[in-house]
């Protein structure tokens, strides 16, 4: 249902861009966020972004990573700048997504995808 990708290997400093697309047979999207897992630490909430454009950051990453959505795409965004050593994680998405043979909005994950930051 989500299907995340962009990860990889950067250099202090540099940047990358996550893309999460939704598929399947969806009414709407609702909240879209990024989470993290880096080794032996709990997953912790990065961005989200809510259906109307509203986003939310964890203070480490504010002024650095951006979130964005495109709804015609169903692909939500996280732009990362800056990166550092201790961005270094699993990245996943996620989102409440509705179905339409659904009235409910069930929160979906995606499978993960590693970033890197190592010089």
């Known amino acids: 249902q989500l299907q995340a990708s962009g990860g990889g290997l950067a250099q202090p400093g540099g940047s990358l861009r996550l893309s999460c697309t939704a598929s399947g047979n969806i009414f709407g999207i609702n909240r879209m966020g990024w989470y993290r897992q880096a080794p032996g630490k709990q997953r912790e909430l990065v961005a989200h972004?809510?259906?109307?454009?509203?986003?939310t950051y964890v203070s480490s990453v504010k002024g650095r990573f951006t979130i964005s959505r495109d709804d015609g795409k169903k692909t939500s965004y996280l732009q990362m700048s800056s990166l550092k050593p201790e961005d270094t994680a699993v990245y996943y998405c996620?989102?409440?997504?509705?179905?339409?043979?659904?009235?409910?909005?069930?929160?979906?994950w995606g499978q993960g995808t590693l970033v890197t930051v190592s010089s």
């Open positions: 972004i809510t259906s109307s454009g509203r986003a």
């Open positions: 996620e989102a409440d997504i509705r179905s339409m043979d659904s009235t409910s909005w069930p929160r979906y």
